[in-house]
């Protein structure tokens, strides 16, 4: 979802793609943890990062809420999960006793990204760097081995699908297009079909693609005509 920021302060006013060299440190970085704690609700998550986690750690997005690894926010008129920094210091409880992530091979996104951030430009996005966010800004690495995603392409156009899905229900939610009682139902559908139903263990993809397709030519599109 999208964020104001002022490009011209917190980056280095280059939009970098994921075969981009940036300064960002060596793969590993140092780990002092400044990005898991304290971070308020900003680590959102997008079903593909619940996916991961309740298949890594074998705990449902219900046990998650309730022992409070995560927690629901209203995201510009969208209710979606985001870590909850509930661990000592205000860290996120995933961060262990020696201060590394315990969920590492398998952290979110966001957490992937930081120092950088994605712009979106209507169609996709573009990567930029947070200057002053990371200390560990030394060596320059290609964003793709930063994220450490396999197959980057699909990852990013996943990222763009939902980013898009997304920012098209929630421009209907703030224009008061969609009523209350209507966004009462998108919120628990998405909660329900992005999050809480699980996804089978392989081709997140092609699963995700189908519950989003099923989405907006099925109960949204009805909303969406039945509201126009
Ligand atoms: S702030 Fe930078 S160096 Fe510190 S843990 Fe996060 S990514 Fe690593
Ligand atoms: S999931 Fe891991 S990398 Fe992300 S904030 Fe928590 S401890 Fe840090």
């Given at each position: 979802?999208?964020r104001?920021?002022d490009m011209s302060?917190?980056?280095?006013?280059?939009?970098y793609?994921?075969?981009?060299?940036?300064?960002?440190?060596s793969k590993?970085c140092r780990?002092?943890y400044?990005?898991?704690?304290?971070m308020g609700?900003?680590i959102?998550?997008?079903p593909m990062?619940?996916?991961?986690?309740?298949?890594?750690?074998n705990?449902?997005?219900?046990?998650?809420l309730?022992?409070?690894?995560?927690?629901?926010?209203?995201?510009?008129?969208?209710?979606?999960?985001?870590?909850?920094?509930?661990?000592?210091?205000?860290a996120?409880?995933?961060?262990n006793?020696?201060?590394?992530?315990?969920?590492?091979?398998?952290?979110?996104?966001?957490?992937?990204l930081?120092?950088?951030?994605?712009?979106y430009d209507?169609?996709s996005?573009?990567?930029?760097?947070?200057?002053?966010?990371?200390?560990?800004?030394k060596?320059?690495?290609?964003?793709?081995k930063?994220l450490?995603i396999d197959?980057i392409?699909?990852?990013?156009?996943?990222i763009s699908?939902?980013?898009?899905?997304?920012?098209?229900?929630?421009?209907k939610?703030?224009?008061g297009?969609?009523?209350?009682?209507?966004t009462?139902?998108?919120n628990?559908y998405?909660?329900n079909?992005?999050y809480?139903?699980?996804?089978?263990a392989?081709d997140?993809y092609?699963?995700?693609?189908?519950?989003?397709?099923?989405a907006?030519?099925?109960?949204f599109?009805?909303?969406f005509?039945?509201?126009g």
């Amino acid at each position: 979802m999208d964020r104001e920021v002022d490009m011209s302060v917190v980056s280095d006013g280059r939009l970098y793609t994921s075969n981009d060299m940036v300064k960002l440190g060596s793969k590993d970085c140092r780990g002092c943890y400044k990005c898991c704690q304290n971070m308020g609700n900003s680590i959102i998550l997008d079903p593909m990062d619940v996916h991961n986690i309740s298949h890594w750690t074998n705990v449902t997005f219900e046990q998650l809420l309730a022992n409070e690894s995560i927690e629901l926010n209203v995201v510009e008129g969208i209710i979606l999960p985001d870590l909850k920094m509930t661990g000592q210091n205000g860290a996120c409880s995933f961060l262990n006793e020696k201060g590394r992530c315990s969920i590492h091979d398998i952290r979110p996104g966001i957490c992937r990204l930081f120092p950088l951030g994605r712009i979106y430009d209507g169609e996709s996005f573009k990567y930029f760097l947070q200057v002053d966010e990371c200390p560990n800004n030394k060596t320059k690495v290609k964003i793709k081995k930063w994220l450490g995603i396999d197959n980057i392409t699909e990852y990013e156009n996943y990222i763009s699908r939902w980013h898009y899905f997304l920012k098209n229900i929630s421009g209907k939610i703030l224009s008061g297009e969609i009523d209350e009682n209507n966004t009462k139902n998108i919120n628990m559908y998405i909660l329900n079909n992005f999050y809480i139903k699980p996804f089978a263990a392989n081709d997140f993809y092609t699963q995700f693609e189908a519950r989003i397709n099923e989405a907006e030519t099925g109960v949204f599109c009805n909303i969406f005509k039945a509201q126009g």
